[in-house]
């Protein structure tokens, strides 16, 4: 919230290994254990690893919550559950409230099984988190948070060279990883890469280029697409700034495509014979924002690289400058 200017704010740097232990940690302790033999024994799966999980979300939040009191909480991590720290914060200090700002699209590996929060601060409706087994409370419309950072508040002056299609890569989405979950998956992952792969060829004028995360390594995907005309951008760059230098943006599941269209650009994920379900079935209207065969991807490429031709720019992200000040004021009245 760089645009904000907050009067006595300070930085709390808190760790595992600064918290003291909880009163009761070696009975709780002892109860977590015993639960997790009775259901490794039960179901013959380790389910120690998630109670370890468990009893150190256990010690950090029951004493960070025992030394500092909030009236308000941030959070826009989406990868793990935070019942744990509910459970804490409802004992200890029942009118404080948890605020959950979304920063990916959800998918049925990871995101949002155990969402718990009073206020949750969506892209759009058609792009929120929806759980039966989640505790979301009030659901509000804001767009990007992130967006508004990097993009708004944050603007690069910086110009790239023009490209027709820019690709966004994601975290170990290649075959053999945790998103590998299903018997179409590997097949899926692949036929994608072969659409790029064959677009390239089939057009050898047009720049298509590929961005991947820069946390991961490229290597699956360079070596699976060695023999096309792709180009690998530099991952340092800033991925609204390819946009920006970019004609259609196109991902397997990146929420970068969302984003985009909020930018007016026209932006798709690739959905082969719509075997990508773990994260299109999470969006609603997926099917507007989705190509699922290659003839379909050809006409996009017609439609927005060979024509110019305009989309509904704020379906599934609103327009995101000052999203921080939205969430301030309402968090604040």
């Known amino acids: 919230m760089e645009n904000l200017k907050i009067k006595n704010a300070s930085q709390i740097k808190w760790s595992l290994f600064n918290c003291n232990k909880p009163k009761n940690f070696i009975s709780i302790g002892f109860k977590l254990l015993f639960i997790g033999f009775f259901l490794t024994f039960k179901y013959k799966i380790n389910f120690f690893y998630i109670i370890l999980i468990f009893l150190k979300d256990y010690v950090f939040f029951d004493s960070l919550y025992s030394k500092y009191q909030f009236k308000n909480i941030i959070r826009y991590i989406h990868y793990f559950s935070n019942n744990i720290e509910r459970a804490i914060l409802?004992?200890?200090?029942?009118?404080?409230?948890?605020?959950?700002?979304?920063?990916?699209?959800?998918?049925?590996?990871?995101?949002g099984w155990f969402y718990d929060c009073d206020n949750f601060f969506c892209f759009s409706k058609k792009s929120q988190v929806v759980r039966k087994n989640g505790n979301i409370g009030k659901i509000i419309p804001v767009g990007s948070f992130i967006m508004d950072s990097r993009?708004?508040?944050?603007?690069?002056?910086?110009?790239?060279d023009k490209l027709d299609i820019i690709y966004f890569g994601g975290n170990n989405l290649h075959p053999v990883s945790y998103y590998d979950n299903h018997k179409d998956y590997a097949k899926c992952y692949e036929n994608?890469?072969?659409?790029?792969?064959?677009?390239?060829?089939?057009?050898?004028?047009?720049?298509?280029?590929?961005?991947?995360?820069?946390?991961?390594d490229q290597f699956y995907e360079k070596k699976y697409l060695n023999d096309s005309k792709i180009i690998f951008v530099d991952d340092k760059i800033n991925s609204y700034d390819l946009i920006n230098a970019s004609k259609i943006v196109l991902s397997f599941c990146s929420t970068m495509v969302i984003e985009a269209r909020s930018l007016n650009k026209p932006a798709f994920f690739l959905n082969p014979e719509k075997k990508n379900n773990q994260f299109m079935d999470c969006l609603k209207h997926s099917n507007k924002i989705f190509i699922s065969d290659y003839k379909s991807l050809k006409s996009i490429k017609k439609k927005f690289v060979d024509k110019k031709n305009n989309i509904k720019p704020f379906e599934f992200c609103l327009y995101s400058k000052d999203v921080s000040l939205k969430i301030y004021n309402i968090i604040n009245n």
Not at 151 to 160: A, L, R
Not at 197 to 209: D, H, T, V
Request: net charge positive.
């Open 151 to 160: 993009f708004y508040i944050n603007k690069s002056k910086k110009k790239y």
């Open 192 to 216: 994608h890469l072969d659409w790029l792969k064959k677009l390239s060829l089939e057009f050898p004028n047009l720049k298509i280029g590929f961005k991947h995360h820069g946390t991961k």
């Open 90 to 111: 409802q004992k200890k200090y029942p009118d404080s409230k948890i605020n959950l700002i979304q920063k990916n699209i959800d998918n049925y590996a990871q995101i």
